[in-house]
């Protein structure tokens, strides 16, 4: 693609991922989990490493909040990716 300007519309889902590398992104997973953290890479299965990051649990006690360096997430849980997004109110 020479043109420096993109229709969001005409980006394919990977393309999108490919444009969030190095920002913040906010992850929804399959069951209780939403996890923010910078994208550093992903595969074409969107299996994703993300560095500085903070795990958001719904738990029967309550929201746990975990901080990591980094996690390799399983493409397979993930429902929802939000690009520069900061994760759940707490």
Known sequence: MASTTVN????????????????RIWVIMKGEKEIVGTL??????VNMVLEDVVEYEN????????????????GNHITMLV????GPEV
């Open 8 to 23: 969001p519309s005409s980006l394919l889902p990977l393309e999108l991922v490919d444009k969030c590398i190095g920002s």
């Open 40 to 45: 550093c890479g992903f595969d074409d299965y």
């Open 59 to 74: 738990t029967p006690e309550g929201k746990k909040v975990t901080r990591l360096d980094s996690i390799l997430l399983n």
């Open 83 to 86: 690009p520069g997004g900061e």
